[in-house]
């Protein structure tokens, strides 16, 4: 029944490693997003696909790759962690573009070591 | 740059009382929004007004637009200790851009 959901909810790695995290979403909407929200608690965009196509791609290192293999996931994978990569990072979606009400997710909590 | 900035930046009061928080915005907007976030979870929407809108309500939400003053409000009445949470403001332009939030704790 959950609407925006994550995995996982916590991962703690090394530096220098590779992640992944999933996000799916039941809502039926055409939107997806990753934001990152540092340890001020201060939100940021980093991604955004409608329909599976990128239409934000913020300034974000390009270790950063997000996939979107149906418009229901948009998965976020990081190569070569660093600890600066440290925070939660939240997947959000809604029925149209930007201007409409975001649903998020739990949050995935990412600790570089 | 970062668009929705909050004030106070922490607000603790009293169950029962009045909680009234600030957003002021830079450039011209589409829609305003208020999101919560509970600790630990993701953020969850409040409300969302329009820029052709003034005021907005939603239970013990009421939310005011100033496109004048490039600012909004946001109060929350009859405070319970659920409330306390952070409180976010997001304005949209090409995306949508967060605040700091707003740390509310009310007391029991």
């Known amino acids: 029944d959950t609407a925006v959901s994550q995995t996982p909810k916590y991962l703690v790695t090394q530096m220098g490693n590779d992640k992944s995290i999933k996000c799916e979403q039941n809502?039926?909407?055409?939107?997806m997003y990753w934001y990152k929200q540092d340890s001020k608690k201060f939100l940021k965009i980093m991604f955004s696909?409608?329909?599976?196509?990128?239409?934000i791609n913020e300034t974000v290192p390009n270790r950063f790759s997000p996939k979107s293999p149906d418009k229901a996931h948009l998965n976020l994978h990081i190569n070569s962690l660093e600890l600066g990569d440290s925070a939660v990072y939240f997947c959000?979606?809604?029925?149209?573009?930007?201007?409409?009400?975001?649903?998020f997710g739990p949050g995935t909590r990412l600790l570089v070591l | 740059s970062q668009q929705g900035e909050e004030d106070p930046q922490a607000l603790s009061i009293q169950e029962g009382e009045n909680a009234t928080m600030n957003c002021s915005y830079k450039?011209?907007?589409?829609?305003l929004q208020w999101y919560r976030q509970n600790s630990g979870r993701g953020l969850v929407h409040l409300i969302l007004?329009?820029?052709?809108?003034r005021e907005k309500h939603s239970g013990r939400l009421r939310v005011t637009l100033d496109t004048s003053k490039k600012s909004s409000s946001l109060l929350i009445t009859a405070s319970r200790a659920a409330d306390t949470a952070s409180y976010f403001c997001?304005?949209?332009?090409?995306?949508?851009?967060f605040g700091k939030g707003i740390t509310l704790s009310v007391r029991p």
């Open positions: 997001a304005t949209d332009r090409s995306k949508l851009t």
């Open positions: 696909y409608n329909n599976k196509e990128l239409i």
């Open positions: 809502l039926g909407h055409d939107t």
């Open positions: 450039t011209s907007i589409n829609n």
């Open positions: 959000a979606s809604s029925q149209g573009l930007i201007q409409e009400t975001q649903y």
């Open positions: 007004i329009r820029s052709n809108e």
